[in-house]
């Protein structure tokens, strides 16, 4: 296989495509494609990574032959055809929390500058006067600020706004009351209870049909004489037609509009009023946010390409942070367990089974699934497996997948055990390094971090067996780095984990096997 090549169509930070260069990528960056040009250029490209500035089209997403994942350097995906992506089994991933924090900030910049008329007066100053008594503003403190949205962005602002002193409400029917709680946020249910207590609006909210219009002249109307409007998620979710005739009427206080419907925006009927603070979406415009950006998607897109799994593509099952800070670090151990039940079985199962046990007994179990698909099918196949096909191709290697879930980790907190045709495994993460430890195969207990080279015995237990096989590796130059016994007393069986350095070739492998007597099972595994 050559190198694989990554396309970047918008400015990345620089840090970024050091990551992927790094890594030994391809990266051409070649920016202001015409839609014809980015469709006769994607097909010898692996990876795209865009911004807001580049439409990944059907067209684009089907001609990219070799096209395996698509990154966009910042949070929404609305350029990105996910549909057209999820077709073809090209993952899509965005960087969700690159700007969070910018984003908050941004919000806190326009409620403060929103209450303290600083734009006007600041362009009243550049105009050499001084009107001190023509912008009377009001404070933050002690007033109520409505958040719609209590996501990361959200849950970011009420933080910051608390610290002013502020009263929070909140409307988001997907936040729990636990964390709406921590928060320091009441939430309602009812967007009408709101309008008519809040001093000050700001909405984080996702555009979708349901949030397109939804403040609209009906909701404009109820809300508090002198309410002060800000908008850094979305453009549309206030309709500034009629926010303009709010403001005209004296309804509205001032708006702090950040985001736009159809950008660029030049020209809008909030353009013509002083108290509309207009931004050109400057929301994630930090050189800290840029950066997170570029690094953080390079990251992800790179993880892609290697056939890891990708904890921000949008087009396969969510994975929420709690869940992914919880199964997120055993994805490696799924991978590396299907990739070993591959190698030993020889064959694609027709049944698999994840079972998750301990502390990940309530969690999600999809993208462990998605993992151990991976390992296992991607070393029987040539077919290309990523999260968002994985099922699929399951399905069409007619493997039967299903979950469990137990409370019991044999003595650990948290496990993940895998069966292919009844061929058992299972790992564990115990130290700080976050790194697989097998603890289970073939019934055997053990505990020993794999390594990229393993021989596994399986034989008659006897004395002398590890000698002879310690004696027939060294003569052949091929060092054992850690090792591992499990028995079966009932059985008089041992099970014997090697790791070790150096090829070991069919010669050695042969030898092995012809002079270790009662050797039921030899594997060679590479990791």
Partial sequence: ??????????????????????????????LDLSPEQLIETIPAYDALIVRSGTQVTREVIEAGANLKIIGRAGVGVDNVDVAAATDRGVIVCNAPVSNIVSAAEQTMCLLLACARNTAQANASMHAHKWERGRFMGVELFEKTLAIFGLGRIGGLVAERARAFGMNLVGYDPYCSPERAEQLGVTLYDDIDEILPIADFITV????????????????????????????????????????????????????GIDVWEDEPCTDSPLHEFDNALLMPHLGASTKEAQLRAGVQTAQYVAAGLEGSIVPTAVNMAPVPPEVMSAVGPYVPACQ???????????????????????????SDPSILVAGTLKGLLTYHSTTTVTPVNAATVAKRHGIKVETASDREAGGYSSAVRVSADGTEIACTMVDDAQKPRLISLLGYKMDIAPGARSLIF???????RVGVIGTILGEAGVNITTMQIGTKPEERCALVYMNVEGE?????LDKLRSSLEDLKNLWYVKL
């Fill in 504 to 508: 070991v070739d069919d010669a050695v």
């Fill in 336 to 362: 590396l367990m299907g990739s070993m039940l591959a190698q030993i079985d020889g064959e694609v199962p027709q049944s698999l089974k994840i079972e998750l046990e301990g502390a990940l007994v309530s």
């Fill in 204 to 255: 984080h909210l996702p555009k979708t049909k349901e949030t397109i219009g939804m403040f609209g002249p009906e909701q404009y109307a109820r809300m508090k004489d002198g309410v002060i409007l800000v908008n850094a998620a979305r453009g549309g979710i206030y309709d500034v037609k009629s926010l303009a005739d709010f403001i005209a009427a004296g309804k509205v206080f001032a708006a």
């Fill in 458 to 464: 399986e034989y008659v237990d006897a004395p002398g």
């Fill in 1 to 30: 296989m050559g190198q694989k090549k990554v396309l970047v169509t918008d400015k990345l930070a620089d840090a970024g495509l050091e990551v992927l260069r790094e890594k030994g990528f391809q990266v051409d960056m070649l």
